[in-house]
């Protein structure tokens, strides 16, 4: 078997590096500012955001959460509802579930257990830190209300990170400022109005209490305020410090102003709404600081402006970037826009110390719980962009999961670590057949580790990811079981794969999961090599005997035994595209590939599928040379791989951000080539009408 050592890739990387070094450099500047958003009106669904990856803000055309309760959000936002009297996690019963005739114990939902299972699929999750916005009253007295504002504008610079929102209450203007800190969960914010000298104008805080949906546009309660505490802890003439408590939650909401205002706290516990009263002025300016800690605020707004900006400046001037504005072909701007804006919320949601949630810092999914399997098609880019560093930190759950996951393969009788699928800030699987029985998240770390590699080729990287790496393999190969009768290894059953629509009992030897479990078990191996240590020998086992992928007709076929595949199964994932493309083609006959990938592109029901499944084609067709295909997919018309006005698209629950990741990590391969690719931007067709400058790109595997 060929063996091509990560360490000898590195000198692809490097050619690359090289070449791109020659070209006058891409004016950043220019690309970013170019897609400037500019809004008239409130999208309810998509909020404008600031935020720094741990935490996040979203805006209502006022520039704050006026009249539409967008949420506050952090990395550390996590809250449990009490459990259910008399129960304990640990009085939880795993379900049996026969794997070759034994009989395993799986986290499934426990009929005779349903209030317990419920609670864990549901705690921990992640909730709102709070809600600011504008009272504004008309010259009558009475509060106005969103249809009372006209000549609304905002403007999001996405090269600043600076919101500016204007709009006229009965004739007088508003302006409104807001921008995050980039590295504190802190927001400034500025407003200037002849209606703050008039007293109509002031701001508020209020505090929900956590809520039980496992899909919420707008996180929180405000209708329960007995569940919850808000106590100012400590005031000044120009501060106040407010602590809440949620159940066995506690946090601090700190308010700093610099210009004359004064607090008005709820006058009882039936409110957990603050007012910041401008006082004999035409401006207001303050800043708010959400911690874990007792920390008071203590930046000015126009502090946090220029931080924000000059965060904003180095994450733009860092890593890679792409400039398609020379080309013919006038779907550039739109593709180009994308991107743009892509990186921009993905910096601002999912750059953070957990791996994201598929809605980032936006709003709740599944509880705003993240996905083990995700975590690639959300992430991945970064390493493809060179910005390893705002991938680093998230990749620390391998570490911190660790003895967890051993712990978990060890109950069912494998050696190694089985990673879970769907968990938080802690490693507790969500009961669910799906979440049991997943396995194509597996060989994820061993991937991530081949990344770090690339971009760090030393001692240091590879002691770091030995462990994981060592303990990722052990359980891929003890996973695989051997079937006598055709001399083979085989996976599954029982496995949930790719696509999420067979059945877990019946389904076995998928395509996309052989070729990432062959992937997997070669890289470990190789890994050992650099270590200079013997070669595992039941790893290599696996991988010579390990089932081939399952060819029907000429075809690839999603797994082994599919019935009517062309007819009943052609929606949700086409996984098997991801096994080369997304993945450099272990165990791939590339002709048949090719051909799969032309059928799957005439037959699939592309308004069946999620959103990162376009990247994922258009990373298939340009491996395969169809360079045209690969910018139909990435501009597909289907409604599940749509971009809005913000950035925030489809192809999910809304927003779906693993459509935005996978946009950005296709456009990195194509953009920056892969192992055994040739010339500049090997991925764009070469017809005259694309003319790309990409720069800093790291090639893919």
Not at 37 to 52: D, L
Not at 593 to 611: I, Q, S, Y
Not at 638 to 644: A, I, L, N, R
Request: net charge neutral; charged share 20%; glycine share 8%.
């Amino acid at each position: 078997m060929k063996r091509v050592l990560p360490i000898a890739l590195c000198l692809f990387c490097i050619a690359q590096f090289v070449a791109a070094a020659k070209q006058t450099p891409i004016d950043r500047q220019a690309v970013v500012s170019r897609h400037t958003i500019i809004t008239t009106k409130t999208n309810a669904k998509s909020p404008a955001q600031v935020g720094n990856g741990e935490f996040a803000f979203g805006v209502d055309i006022t520039g704050l959460q006026s009249f539409v309760p967008f949420n506050t959000m952090a990395q550390w936002s996590w809250h449990s509802f009490p459990l259910p009297n008399g129960m304990k996690v640990a009085d939880f019963k795993k379900t049996p579930m026969d794997v070759h005739g034994v009989m395993k114990g799986f986290d499934l939902p426990n009929d005779e257990q349903p209030e317990l299972s419920a609670w864990l699929a549901g705690n921990p999750h992640r909730f709102n830190l709070g809600r600011i916005g504008l009272r504004l009253l008309k010259a009558n007295g009475t509060e106005a209300v969103a249809g009372d504002l006209t000549n609304t504008r905002q403007q999001v610079d996405l090269w600043k990170g600076i919101i500016t929102s204007s709009f006229e209450l009965e004739g007088v203007p508003v302006l409104v400022q807001t921008a995050c800190h980039p590295k504190q969960d802190a927001l400034g914010v500025t407003i200037e109005s002849a209606l703050i000298g008039k007293g109509r104008l002031s701001v508020f805080v209020d505090f929900p209490y956590a809520d039980n949906r496992q899909f919420a546009d707008y996180v929180g309660t405000y209708n329960s305020p007995e569940k919850h505490r808000s106590l100012v802890t400590k005031q000044t003439s120009t501060s106040v410090l407010i602590a809440r408590e949620m159940d066995d939650t506690r946090y601090y909401t700190s308010l700093r102003w610099d210009t004359p205002a004064r607090l008005i706290a709820p006058a009882s516990r039936s409110s957990h709404r603050f007012y910041l009263e401008p006082v004999a002025t035409d401006k207001l300016s303050f800043t708010t600081l959400f911690s874990q800690k007792e920390t008071p605020a203590a930046l000015t707004a126009n502090q946090i402006f220029k931080e924000s900006a000059l965060g904003w400046k180095a994450f733009w001037q860092s890593g890679a970037a792409i400039d398609l504005s020379q080309s013919k072909d006038p779907r550039w701007k739109e593709l180009e826009r994308r991107i743009v804006l892509s990186q921009y919320i993905m910096k601002v949601n999912e750059a953070g110390s957990l791996p994201p949630q598929e809605s980032g810092l936006e709003n709740n999914g599944w509880f705003g719980r993240f996905h083990f399997e995700m975590i690639w098609w959300h992430e991945v880019h970064y390493a493809l962009w060179n910005r390893w560093p705002l991938l680093e930190k998230s990749l620390s759950v391998y570490a911190d999961y660790l003895p967890t996951s051993k712990q978990r393969a060890a109950g069912q009788g494998y050696q190694g670590a089985r990673w879970p699928k769907c968990t938080a800030d802690f490693d507790r699987e969500w009961p669910h057949i799906t979440h049991a029985t997943l396995i194509w998240q597996q060989p994820h770390p061993i991937f991530f580790a081949a990344l770090d590699y690339r971009l760090h080729p030393t001692q240091k990287t590879l002691e770091k990811w030995k462990d994981i790496v060592f303990a990722t393999a052990d359980f891929m190969a003890d996973f695989a079981f051997y079937d006598p009768s055709k001399e083979r290894y085989v996976l599954g059953p029982p496995i949930t794969i790719v696509s999420e629509n067979t059945k877990p009992e019946t389904t076995s030897n998928p395509t996309f999961e052989l070729g990432y479990w062959r992937y997997g078990l070669r890289v470990a191996q190789e890994w050992r090599k650099l270590l200079s240590l013997p070669e595992e020998k039941k790893w290599e086992e696996v991988l010579e005997k390990l089932a081939p992928l399952p060819v029907e007709d000429g075809l690839y076929v999603t797994h082994e035994g599919i019935r009517n595949m062309w007819t009943d199964f052609t929606f949700e994932h086409p996984g098997l595209t991801g096994a080369y493309g997304m993945l450099p083609g272990d165990g791939v006959d590339k002709e048949v590939f090719a051909r799969t990938l032309d059928k799957v592109t005439a037959t699939w029901n592309f308004d069946r599928t999620w959103g990162w499944d376009f990247p994922m084609l258009a990373m298939a067709a340009a491996r395969c040379g169809k360079q045209e295909d690969a910018i139909h997919f990435l501009l597909h018309p289907s409604g599940g791989f749509q971009f809005d006005e913000h950035g925030l698209a489809t192809g999910g629950p809304f927003p779906y951000f693993p459509s935005n990741g996978a946009l950005l990590s296709a456009i990195a391969m194509m953009a920056g080539g892969w192992d055994g690719s040739t010339g500049p931007t090997p991925g764009f067709p070469k017809d005259g009408n694309w003319t790309v400058r990409a720069e800093n790109f790291v090639p893919s595997f």
